[in-house]
C-alpha cells in the first residue's frame, strides 16, 4: 500500500492505463491535425476523433454527430447556458437552476443576472434532491432554459432526470443537466431521459484532464445555440479552435472502458464506500453521511463529524488524500453552499468530509482510512469542550457563551 491514499475521486481521477496506451501515438507520429483535409496525418486524425464520437455517443445515448468537444465541463456549462440564452432570447430570459449546482452553473447564472436574465434557485430537500414537481411550479411562459446537475459532486445525490426531463418538454423548455460526476458512473441516456443538452468532462472517467464534450440534440427537439467563441468554425461551428486530438482520444477511450466496466466498477465502488461507513458509524457517535442514501453515486461518502473542525481533520489525516468539498472552491473558508442549501448548519457544515472511492482504491486503502479517520476524531474531541460538555448531557443551545453587559 502507498501513502498518500487517494480518496478524492469526485475532484479528478488517475488516467487509466489503458487510456493512456490509446492516446500515446497522437502524441508522437499521428500527430495531424484533424482539421487538415489534404494528407494522411490529418486524415488519420480526424478518424481517431470520429472514433473518440462514437464512443462517447455509445456510452451516452447519442448519436456522434450530436457531441461536440470542449475543454471540460465548465465550458460546456458557459456553452450550453449563455448559448441557449442568446439564441432564444426573444423567447425570454428566465432561467431555473437549484441552489446545490457546481459553481460554474452559479457563476455563468449570476453572470446572465447582470445581464438582464431573471433566475429562479430551486431549493432542495435535506437530501440535496430536486423534484419534477419543484420545477413545473416554476416553469414561466418566458422560461428558456432549466439548468440542473445529474449527481452531486460534493454530497453524491443524484436527482430524478428523467421525470424532470419529461416535464421540461412537455412545456417547451430546454433542458440542460451537468453531467459531469454521472457519466461513466450510473447508467445514463440522454435520449430516454430527455435530456437535450449536456457537459461532461474526462478527468472525472478516468481520462485526460483539459478536455470534455457537450451532447447537444439534434432531433425532437433540434437544439440550438450561439457559439460563445469564433474562428474557423469547427465542431459545426459550435466551438471553433484546433482539437485537441491525443485529449479526445482519451476521452473517448475513457467513455468505453466505462460502458464496458459501468456496472463492475459501481459494485466496486459501492462494496468500498459502505464497508468505510459501517466502520466509521460504528466507531464514532455524533456522526452523519449527508446526502441521499436511495439516490447516491456509488463512489462519493459526505460525512459529518460534530465537535470537530474539518480543516484539522484535514490535517490530522495527512496520509488520506480527501477534500471539504469541491476541489475547484476548497481554498475557501466558507462553508459548502451545498450542505447549507440542504440545511445543514454552518458548525457541522464545516466538520464534512468528502471521501472519494474509485476503479483504483482497494479494501486495504479502506481500512487504512476508517482506521485514521476514526483516531483523528477521537484525538480531536479529546481536546473539545463542546463534546464532553455534550457527553455530560449539556444541552448546546442553551448555555449563555457570554457575560450580558
Known sequence: MELPIYLDYQATTPVDPRVLEAMMPYFTHAFGNAASRSHSFGWDAEGAVDKARKQIASLIGASSKEIIFTSGSTEGINLAIKGAVEMHGAKGKHIITTLV??????????????????????????????????????????????????????????????????????????????????????????????????????????????????????????????AQMDGGGHERGMRSGTINVPGVVGLGAACAVAEEDLEKDAAHSIALRERFEEKVLAELDYTTVNGNHEHRLPGCSNVSFCYVEGESLIMGVKDLAVSSGSACTSASLEPSHVLRACGVGDELAHSSIRFGFGRMTTEEDVDFAAEQVISAVKRLRELSPLYEMVLEGVDLSTVQWQAEH
Open 101 to 226: 449546482e457546481h459553481k460554474a452553473v452559479l457563476d455563468t447564472c449570476k453572470h446572465l443576472e447582470k445581464q438582464g436574465c431573471e433566475v429562479t434557485y430551486l431549493e432542495p430537500d435535506s437530501t440535496g434532491l430536486v423534484t419534477a414537481e419543484q420545477v413545473a411550479e416554476a416553469i414561466r411562459e418566458d422560461t428558456v432554459m432549466v439548468a440542473m446537475i445529474w449527481a452531486n459532486n460534493e454530497i453524491g445525490t443524484v436527482n430524478p432526470i428523467r421525470e424532470i426531463g419529461a416535464v421540461c418538454h412537455e412545456r417547451g423548455v430546454l433542458f440542460f443537466v451537468d453531467g459531469t460526476q454521472a457519466v461513466g458512473k450510473i447508467p445514463v441516456d440522454v435520449g430516454a431521459d430527455n435530456v437535450d443538452l449536456m457537459c461532461l468532462s474526462g478527468h472525472k472517467i478516468y481520462g485526460p484532464k483539459g478536455v470534455g464534450c457537450l451532447y447537444v440534440r439534434r432531433r425532437n427537439p433540434r437544439v440550438r445555440i450561439v
